[in-house]
Nanobody, 122 residues
Framework: QVQLVESGGGSEQAGGSLRLSCAAS????MGWFRQAPGKEREGVAA???????TYADSVKGRFTISRDNAKNTAYLQMNSLKPEDTAMYYC????????????????????WGQGTQVTVSS
């Protein structure tokens, strides 16, 4: 059974930074998604096993996705946080990697974490 355990969420002021972690029970293609109240879940960033990355336009230049294959862990470093980044953030995993826009689609991923809340105040 695939397990994804997220950590690192919390509250931060605008302009600050947070780092999310997602520990997986295997080596997968990984993605980060977020869902704000009343909004649809959206893809934020993704990374293949070969560390090819994809980002949503809204986070390019501010967020960085990375991974440690030895630990089966993916990270999302979030800098220059904005109030509109406030959301529940979910880690997702897929057995088959894709790049580009499909990497930010929920349909690509079969496994999901429980989510971690990120709140950014102005």
């Amino acid at each position: 059974q695939v397990q994804l355990v997220e950590s690192g969420g919390g509250s931060e002021q605008a302009g600050g930074s947070l780092r999310l972690s997602c520990a997986a029970s295997g080596n997968f293609c990984m993605g980060w998604f977020r869902q704000a109240p009343g909004k649809e879940r959206e893809g934020v960033a993704a990374i293949t096993r070969g560390v090819i990355t994809t980002y949503a336009d809204s986070v390019k230049g501010r967020f960085t996705i990375s991974r440690d294959n030895a630990k089966n862990t993916a990270y999302l470093q979030m800098n220059s946080l904005k109030p509109e980044d406030t959301a529940m953030y979910y880690c997702a995993a897929a057995s088959y990697c894709v790049t580009g826009k499909p990497a930010l689609s929920q349909r690509t991923y079969s496994y999901w974490g429980q989510g971690t809340q990120v709140t950014v105040s102005s």
